[in-house]
């Protein structure tokens, strides 16, 4: 089975520096998508970003990007110019599809404060 | 931007009680998804649902849980007969598949007493 760790259950940062989350997870597959979903206190859920494990690029979107280390089964998240709207529980997920059966394998989250 | 909707945003109901949670997904999506939120833990993956049927299910999504995708536009949770340990956020998600992104919800706020 799948498993996604994110160790670190809390962090803060000052607003406009950087940030860097963990995550790593456990998979026997080759083919398979990473996400980091982004909950305010409202608790919608809010896609952050999106990695495709077969592409050797990490994704960027805006100040944020990811290291995406295969081999070690590591997916970052760097948050830079960290604003106070940054502030939220962030989740990393893993997926895999398989046609007509799809699930997202949720960590644990970390709590990022920002500090003004 | 096309969302997902769920409806009610808070439900309180007594121990032993039916509910029925009710998500309308983006239109031209073809997987939908049952997910739960324990408060202060992580989002657990209940159900996945396609060609009209479930297609993947977990532990949690025992005999008490049933989905439905009644009209073609409505997707929904029923829980049969409420326990405490059901109070939880629960997240209706959506997507085109293969991999693309899962749109969320804004959840429902389920209390059991």
């Known amino acids: 089975a799948q498993t996604v760790t994110q160790s670190q259950p809390e962090m803060s940062v000052q607003e406009a520096e950087t940030v860097t989350l963990s995550c790593t997870y456990d998979?026997?597959?080759?083919?398979?998508?990473l996400f980091w979903y982004k909950q305010p206190p409202s608790r919608q859920m809010i896609l952050v970003i999106r990695q495709e494990a077969y592409k050797q690029q990490n994704a960027t979107e805006n100040r944020f990007s990811v290291n995406f280390q295969k081999a070690a089964k590591s997916f970052s998240l760097k948050i830079s110019d960290s604003q106070l709207g940054d502030a939220a529980m962030y989740f990393c997920?893993?997926?895999?599809?398989?046609?007509?059966?799809?699930?997202?394998?949720f960590g644990t989250g970390t709590r990022l404060t920002i500090i003004p | 931007e096309p969302e997902v909707t769920q409806t009610p945003s808070h439900q309180v109901t007594q121990m032993g009680q039916e509910v029925i949670l009710r998500c309308v997904p983006i239109?031209?999506?073809?997987?939908f998804y049952w997910y739960r939120q324990i408060l202060g833990q992580k989002v657990e993956f209940l159900v996945s649902f396609y060609n009209n049927e479930i297609s993947e299910k977990s532990e949690i999504f025992d005999d008490q849980f049933s989905v439905e995708r009644p009209d073609g536009s409505n997707f929904t949770l029923k829980i049969r007969s409420t326990k405490l340990e059901d109070s939880a956020m629960y997240f209706c998600?959506?997507?085109?598949?293969?991999?693309?992104?899962?749109?969320f919800g804004q959840g429902t706020r389920l209390t059991v007493v």
């Open positions: 997920a893993y997926l895999y599809t398989n046609f007509g059966n799809e699930k997202l394998t």
């Open positions: 998979t026997s597959e080759s083919d398979y998508y």
């Open positions: 998600a959506s997507s085109k598949g293969w991999g693309g992104q899962a749109f």
């Open positions: 239109s031209n999506h073809l997987y």
